[in-house]
């Protein structure tokens, strides 16, 4: 699983490395992104973040890692709560004061703002809810908002399938297949939260019925 989730987060980190680097004055491998230039502190804090979110918070849902280093969790569990809520409020953020990108409209629009609400407050819930005590809670809400904070590489899959097969993309198919990406990452996560919380007793019934 962990292999998988660094894989998933792999290149939109490469591009926010790319980005970090041509603000700094590096060569210009990307296209120029003048919509930044007025106040770029909001997307460094948001790619900063983002890359040690998306490096260190695999290793979070690893039962065994976690387990075995219990001390390692609790600690870097409260950085990445701290970066997963600047990742969440750096985009949204940057979704109400940037001007809108070449190819975004309305719709995703309202996207970002949803889905970036709902990884701040899943992870602010996560961290309240372990403060209780409350482990399968506090795993899940975490699990939720990792999901969304996940989005932008789920996002490079779901948008070059979708040009594959209808063609580039127009302002409305772009924001339903980013919108996709961010539901295709909620329904894996919920099935995986599921999985773990199904009672003992119900799974010892249910492998019975299945040998009847």
Request: with cysteine; charged share 10%; proline share 6%.
């Amino acid at each position: 699983m962990i292999v998988g989730l660094l894989v998933l987060s792999l290149i939109p980190l490469a591009s926010g490395a790319l980005r970090l680097t041509q603000l700094a004055g590096g060569p210009e491998i990307m296209p120029a992104a003048a919509r930044f230039d007025a106040s770029p502190l909001p997307l460094v804090v948001h790619i900063l973040s983002a890359i040690v979110y998306g490096i260190l918070g695999p290793f979070q849902f690893a039962t065994g890692f976690r387990r075995r280093k219990p001390s390692w969790h609790r600690a870097v569990g409260r950085l990445l709560v701290l970066c997963g809520l600047l990742v969440g409020l750096s985009g949204l953020w940057m979704t109400l004061f940037y001007p809108h990108a070449p190819g975004d409209g309305e719709l995703l629009y309202a996207f970002r703002l949803l889905f970036g609400s709902a990884m701040v407050v899943s992870i602010a819930l996560g961290f309240a809810v372990i403060l209780r005590g409350d482990v399968i809670r506090h795993r899940a809400w975490m699990m939720r908002g990792f999901a969304i904070g996940l989005g932008a590489g789920t996002q490079v899959v779901t948008l070059l399938g979708g040009e594959l097969i209808l063609g580039p993309p127009s302002e409305l198919s772009r924001a339903l297949l980013m919108g996709a990406a961010w539901v295709i990452n909620l329904a894996v996560a919920e099935w995986a939260i599921r999985k773990r919380t199904v009672p003992p007793a119900r799974m010892a019934s249910t492998v019975v019925s299945h040998q009847q």
